[in-house]
């Protein structure tokens, strides 16, 4: 079995982004509804939309900046005992 390679944050974020939209399609349907008002769910789309706009943005700086430093933006795996032994040699 593969080790989950995606990290806590990772995680977060998605449960996150699908909770968003979740409310987005709720409030939709509350506007049809009659619910709430066109006004509200203006209020509601625009958070959506500028919170994923904000979660996009991040994503791709965090992967130009990986690039263009060399630097994963994945932590390596702490050293072995072999790899410690040889290092120590």
Do not use: C, H
């Amino acid at each position: 079995m593969e080790p989950d390679k995606s990290g806590i944050l990772d995680r977060a974020q998605q449960k996150l982004s699908s909770r968003k939209f979740i409310v987005f399609i709720i409030a939709t349907v509350m506007m049809f509804m009659g619910t709430i008002t066109p006004e509200y769910w203006v209020y509601v789309a625009g958070i959506y939309i500028g919170t994923q706009a904000v979660i996009d943005s991040v994503s791709i700086i965090k992967t130009k900046m990986s690039a263009m430093t060399g630097i994963p933006t994945v932590p390596a795996p702490p050293p072995t005992e072999d790899e410690d032994e040889n290092a120590a040699a």
